[in-house]
């Protein structure tokens, strides 16, 4: 079956850097994305991977790795304002209108402490 | 300003009465889908839409329905609401292999 599995909760403190990991099980794979989502609000678009590595944009970072299903998004000089959800979703080319739809983790609620 | 616009933002309703809730975006995206997200289960989708006259079932579209006659607007019809549609609500969008646009969410209990 398809499945994508993130930590439900991570704490960290302002300032320092946090990574959240990512693993996913599908039938098969043609990009991943992350979200970040305050309460309440609108997910919003952070990044997107296709091939192995890493793409930095500013503080935030995301890595993939295809051949072991597993991406993780690195937060660096943590703001209390970085306290959110932050979700992964990976589009599969194997399933029904593959360049659209995309399989949704549970998101990862990160906690900035003072 | 490109945007996917929803209404209501927020509604408190009472079990069996009809309600629709509008969606609306202005990127000419073909695609648009509707989530409902509840605590611990992350974002389910209940319908598509792939194009107009063209919808979907997601994984949750027990008790909804949708309509596509204009490219920009794809409604969220709720016929008989019940308590267990209580939830929050999203409206997306996105064209071919482009992250999904989303609205502001739709709070809505039903009583």
């Known amino acids: 079956g398809q499945n994508i599995d993130q930590p439900t909760e991570m704490t960290a403190t302002e300032g320092a850097i946090v990574q959240i990991n990512c693993t996913y099980q599908t039938s098969g794979f043609n990009g991943l994305f992350w979200y970040q989502q305050h309460a309440g609000e609108a997910p919003t678009f952070l990044s997107y991977?296709?091939l192995d590595g890493l793409e930095e944009k500013g503080r935030f970072s995301s890595f993939l790795s295809r051949s072991k299903g597993y991406s993780y998004l690195l937060l660096k000089e943590l703001q209390m304002k970085d306290s959110a959800s932050y979700l992964c979703a990976v589009r599969d080319p194997h399933g029904r209108d593959s360049n659209y739809q995309l399989i949704w983790g549970a998101g990862t609620k990160l906690i900035i402490k003072p | 300003e490109a945007q996917v616009t929803q209404n209501p933002r927020y509604l408190i309703t009472v079990t069996g009465k009809k309600l629709t809730v509008t969606c609306s975006q202005n990127?000419?995206?073909?695609?648009m889908s509707w989530y409902r997200q509840d605590p611990g289960l992350g974002l389910r989708q209940i319908y598509y839409s792939m194009n107009v006259e063209v919808t979907d079932k997601g994984d949750v579209p027990e008790g909804y329905k949708v309509s596509r006659k204009e490219k920009r607007n794809f409604p969220l019809i709720l016929e008989s609401p019940s308590p267990n549609q209580t939830s929050l609500y999203f409206c997306?969008?996105?064209?071919?292999?482009?992250?999904?646009?989303f609205g502001d969410g739709t709070r809505l209990s039903i009583l």
């Open positions: 991977n296709v």
């Open positions: 990127m000419n995206h073909e695609y």
């Open positions: 997306a969008s996105s064209t071919s292999n482009q992250p999904q646009h």
